[in-house]
C-alpha cells in the first residue's frame, strides 16, 4: 500500500469542540455556552422535532432517491428550476463535487486569505494548486488582487459572502466590477453560508448575478438559519450545465432520510426562520456595542458571529472564558492571533459573554 504522498502531511480541518469534549477536558459539570461553531443557540424548530419523531419508524428504508420535493421546494423560493438544484451532506459536500467534476491536479484555485478553511483542505486532498489573496486592510474580499492573479490554469474562486471568519461583505457595485471582468471559464463560488443573516440592503445574493448569466454557483446552508447542523444539509443552486454534472458525481442516497424531511419540515416554518434571524440581528448588535464600549475593535459583521480584535489578551481572554464553560473560537489557524470569533447566542448567552468579559478586563 501506498499513501499519496500529497496526502501525507495533511491536516485535518480543526473544528470547534464539543459541549461534551469541553466538559470532559476542563471537569465542567455546569452549563456550557456554545458561542464557537455558528450554530443556531435556539435548538431544532418544533416542526422538526415532531417531524423527526415520526419518521424515526422509517429509517430502515433507503430515503427517495430523487430528493424531488425539497429540490422543487427550493427552486420555487430562488425561481429556478429544480435541476438547478444540488442537495449535499452539508454544503461542504458540494465543494468536493467541485472538486471531483472540474478539477484536475495542477488546476489552480483562488481563495482570500483567510476565509473558510474547507476550500484550502480539499484542494489539497484533490492535488490542487491555492493561490491565496489577503484581505484588503477592512478584512474584505481584495477582487482587484484577485483578478491581477488569474492565468489559464484557474478553474474556480471561491468567495464566503459574508466571509468567515470576519463578517465582512462587500457591495453591488464591487460584485458586478468584479464578475464582469472575469473570464468565462471561471467558475466563481458565492458561499452564502451566513447570507440570511444579511441586514443591509445595498449587499446583494449571488442569485441575482446567476440570472444575470454569471457563472456562479452558490451555496446555502440549513447549519446556520434552519438550525440543523447535526443532520448535514445544505444545496447548490447553478446554470444546468453544472448542476447536472454535480448531481451526477453524488453517491445515491447522500441525504439521509432524517435531513431530508427535516430540511422539508424546517422551510416550512416561517416562525421559526425569522425568530433565527431577528435573534442574530439584534444580538450582534447588542454585542458590538458592549464590546466596543469596551475599547475593542468589533469587525462590522452580516453574519451569525462578530471577530473582535483583543490585542494580546486574546488568548488569556479565551482561556479564562474557557474555565468559565464559554466557548469561543480562537482565530489563531485563520492567522489572527489576536481575534476571537464569537457565534451570537441567545439574549442571556451574550448577556453572560459580556459580564464575563468585564469582569476580565
Ligand atoms: C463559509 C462557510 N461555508 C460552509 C460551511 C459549512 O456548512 P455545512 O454545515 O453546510 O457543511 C461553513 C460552516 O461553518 C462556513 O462557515
Known amino acids: 500500500m501506498q499513501i499519496k504522498p500529497h496526502l501525507k502531511n495533511l491536516i485535518p480541518y480543526p473544528p470547534g469542540k464539543t459541549i461534551n469534549e469541553i466538559k470532559k477536558e476542563l471537569g465542567i459539570s455546569?452549563?456550557?455556552?456554545?458561542?464557537?461553531?455558528?450554530?443556531?443557540?435556539?435548538?431544532?424548530s418544533p416542526k422538526v422535532i415532531e417531524t423527526l419523531k415520526n419518521c424515526l419508524l422509517e429509517v430502515h428504508h433507503y430515503p427517495e432517491a430523487s430528493y424531488q420535493e425539497l429540490k422543487e421546494f427550493l427552486a420555487k423560493k430562488w425561481d429556478v428550476l429544480p435541476e438547478q438544484i444540488i442537495l449535499g451532506n452539508g454544503s461542504n459536500e458540494i465543494i468536493e463535487f467541485l472538486f471531483k467534476s472540474i478539477?484536475?491536479?495542477?488546476?489552480?484555485?483562488?481563495?482570500?486569505?483567510?476565509?473558510?478553511?474547507?476550500?484550502?483542505k480539499f484542494a489539497e486532498i484533490y492535488?490542487?494548486?491555492?493561490?491565496?489573496?489577503?484581505?484588503?486592510?477592512?478584512?474584505?474580499?481584495?477582487?482587484?488582487?484577485?483578478?491581477?492573479?488569474?492565468?489559464?490554469?484557474?478553474?474556480?474562486?471561491?468567495?464566503?459572502?459574508?466571509?468567515?471568519?470576519?463578517?465582512s461583505v462587500l457591495n453591488r457595485k464591487d460584485w458586478q466590477d468584479f464578475l464582469k471582468n472575469l473570464p468565462s471559464y471561471i467558475l466563481t463560488v458565492i458561499d452564502e453560508a451566513y447570507g440570511e443573516?444579511?441586514?443591509?440592503?445595498?449587499i446583494p445574493l449571488g442569485i441575482e448575478f446567476l440570472k444575470n448569466g454569471y457563472k456562479v454557483l452558490i451555496l446555502r446552508t440549513f447549519s446556520k438559519a434552519y438550525g440543523l447542523a447535526g443532520l448535514r444539509l445544505g444545496y447548490g443552486i447553478s446554470f444546468i450545465e453544472l448542476s447536472k454534472v454535480l448531481d451526477s458525481v453524488r453517491q445515491p442516497f447522500n441525504i439521509n432520510?432524517?435531513?431530508?424531511?427535516?430540511?422539508?419540515?424546517?422551510l416550512q416554518d416561517k416562525e421559526y426562520i425569522e425568530k433565527s434571524i431577528s435573534l442574530v440581528k439584534e444580538g450582534r448588535k447588542?454585542?458590538?456595542?458592549k464590546?466596543?464600549?469596551?475599547?475593542?475593535?468589533?469587525?462590522?459583521?452580516?453574519?451569525?458571529?462578530?471577530?473582535?480584535?483583543?490585542?494580546?489578551?486574546?488568548?488569556?481572554?479565551?482561556?479564562?472564558?474557557?474555565?468559565?464553560?464559554?466557548?469561543?473560537?480562537?482565530?489563531?489557524?485563520?492567522?489572527?492571533s489576536n481575534a476571537l470569533r464569537i457565534s451570537i447566542g441567545l439574549p442571556e448567552e451574550n448577556k453572560i459573554l459580556v459580564e464575563n468579559i468585564k469582569k476580565l478586563i
Open 103 to 120: 478539477i484536475n491536479p495542477d488546476d489552480e484555485i483562488i481563495i482570500s486569505k483567510p476565509s473558510f478553511l474547507m476550500y484550502e
Open 286 to 289: 447588542y454585542l458590538t456595542e
Open 197 to 202: 443573516f444579511i441586514e443591509d440592503p445595498s
Open 127 to 167: 492535488g490542487a494548486k491555492i493561490k491565496l489573496i489577503p484581505l484588503t486592510k477592512d478584512f474584505k474580499h481584495n477582487f482587484a488582487e484577485i483578478l491581477k492573479n488569474i492565468s489559464e490554469r484557474t478553474k474556480i474562486i471561491f468567495l464566503d459572502h459574508p466571509h468567515n471568519p470576519s463578517g
Open 291 to 336: 464590546l466596543t464600549s469596551f475599547g475593542f475593535k468589533v469587525y462590522p459583521s452580516q453574519a451569525n458571529f462578530i471577530m473582535v480584535d483583543f490585542g494580546e489578551k486574546a488568548e488569556k481572554i479565551y482561556q479564562e472564558l474557557l474555565k468559565r464553560g464559554i466557548l469561543v473560537r480562537p482565530l489563531k489557524a485563520y492567522g489572527f
Open 30 to 44: 455546569g452549563k456550557v455556552y456554545k458561542l464557537n461553531s455558528n450554530e443556531n443557540p435556539l435548538g431544532p
Open 257 to 266: 432520510l432524517l435531513a431530508y424531511k427535516a430540511g422539508l419540515a424546517v
